[in-house]
């Protein structure tokens, strides 16, 4: 057992017609507001509209940022932050996914800084003592950015994606209404929905530490919800109780309550992060891939107990088998689950990917060392994880 801080002050309004609120949750902050928003998404099912006529009718002033980027860029974000200290604005609203929540949390830094680029506090060159509030409307369960301090920014000149974390970039209030999904693609809930899987996986289930019991049973129950729930939504997307399942697992999945304190690189985020860095793709498929192949990997005597129990525990593999064979039926299950039921491609060679940039990829993940997860691996063993997704 680890000692751990427990504090999130983001607070969440949940539910329908709750947007209602906005206007006055805004003001707390100020009158000059930044609209953050994606590619269109929010404009098809009546939001941006919705959330104008709010935000105008309160009197508030509204600048606009739009085309926010899935993966966002760095160079989106240094655009937003010269808005924000030309407008002299006083608080950012984005309203999208997790790429335009990320987005505005660093232009909330940058907007602040003694810098135009973002980039340098990535790599920490300038450092950020202060950030504008942030207020976010979710329109999709993936991230859990509407309730994290994390902000994931890609620079493609680089080839680079990493992240902002930072109680500063806590989003002050986050508004989650269902029925802002219902419009999400099946091939995005899929990837969304496995995200937050990835979130309890990665993050904390699978670690060389024990983990208190009481949150080892809350993560399996987060992760049989998106079990249960993301066929439901893929099938029928207006599923209003589907849809609110993995709206409030992505948020609990990273809010920090499931987490014990223990600290380890998230190495399927950091082996994807390079993914979408060099190719683009959409993370939580990403993750999709790589998470069954370095589950066989690190498959040994030690971890087949832990896999076992996922197995058993979230897809209800017969428990009297042995650790090993347990674990490669746990391993099974999770590749049925991602690759037939939410029908996501199973192959990197499937995206175009091939193994050209696997060695610098390896690297780049590895920051020049060992990443010391659930098994310790090297450049050598992530390069061959790269390979089997092949
Ligand atoms: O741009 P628009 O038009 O809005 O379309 C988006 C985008 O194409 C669309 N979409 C969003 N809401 C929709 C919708 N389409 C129809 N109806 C709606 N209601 O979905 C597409 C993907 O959106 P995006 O925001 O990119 O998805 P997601 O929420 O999965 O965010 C992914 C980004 O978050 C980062 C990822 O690496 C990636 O850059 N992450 C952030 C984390 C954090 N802040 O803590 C942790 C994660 O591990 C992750 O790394
Ligand atoms: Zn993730």
């Known amino acids: ?8 002050g983001t607070k969440i309004y949940f539910g329908k017609d709750q947007i209602d609120n906005l206007p006055t949750e805004v003001l707390k902050y100020g009158r000059r507001a930044l609209f953050v928003y994606g590619g269109g998404s929010i404009k098809r099912i009546g939001l941006y509209d919705k959330v104008m006529n709010l935000l105008r009718s309160a009197g508030i002033e509204v600048s606009e940022l739009s085309g926010v980027e899935p993966n966002p860029r760095h160079t ?4 937003g932050a010269i808005i924000c200290r030309d407008k002299q604005i006083d608080v950012v609203l984005a309203v999208g996914g997790g790429s335009t929540i990320d987005c505005s949390k660093a232009i909330a830094a940058t907007a602040l800084a003694n810098t135009d680029d973002v980039w340098e506090l990535i790599e920490g060159k300038v450092r950020y003592e202060i950030a504008l509030p942030l207020i976010t409307v979710l329109t999709v369960a993936a991230t859990g950015s509407e309730m994290d301090g ?3 920014i890609s620079n493609m000149e680089k080839n680079a994606k990493f992240a902002l974390h930072s109680p500063l970039l806590l989003p002050k209030v986050s508004f989650e209404n269902p029925e802002y ?6 091939y995005q809930t899929a990837c969304g929905s496995f995200d937050i899987m990835s979130h309890i996986l990665d993050v904390e289930y699978f670690s060389q530490s024990d983990t208190m019991d009481m949150l080892k049973c809350i993560q399996e129950d987060v992760l049989k919800t998106v079990i249960k729930f993301a066929p439901v939504a893929i099938a029928k997307p207006d599923d209003y109780e589907a849809r609110a399942n993995l709206m409030w697992a992505s948020t609990w999945a990273l809010n920090g309550f499931l987490y014990d304190g223990y600290v380890q690189p998230t190495v399927c985020h950091w082996m994807e992060h390079e993914l979408s860095a060099y190719y683009d793709i959409t993370h939580g498929h990403g993750l999709a891939i790589v998470t069954p ?3 066989k990997y690190v498959l040994d005597e030690k971890t087949a107990p832990d896999i076992q129990r996922f197995g058993v525990n979230c897809f209800g593999v017969t428990p009297s088998l042995s650790p090993m064979e347990g674990a490669q ?4 299950a999770l590749s049925d689950f991602l690759f037939n039921k939410l029908g996501l491609k199973s192959r990197l060679s499937e995206l175009g990917i091939d193994d050209k940039h696997f060695a610098a990829m390896a690297r780049s993940a590895c920051r020049g060392g060992i990443l010391n997860g659930f ?4 450049q050598n063993d992530v390069e061959a994880i790269y390979r089997m997704c092949l």
């Open 1 to 8: 057992m680890n000692n751990f801080i427990f504090q999130n």
């Open 181 to 186: 999904t219902f419009s999400v693609p099946a």
């Open 150 to 152: 994390g902000a994931v």
């Open 375 to 378: 098994k310790p691996l090297n």
């Open 293 to 295: 192949r370095w589950l």
């Open 76 to 79: 989106t974000v240094n655009k």
């Open 329 to 332: 039926k746990a391993i099974d």
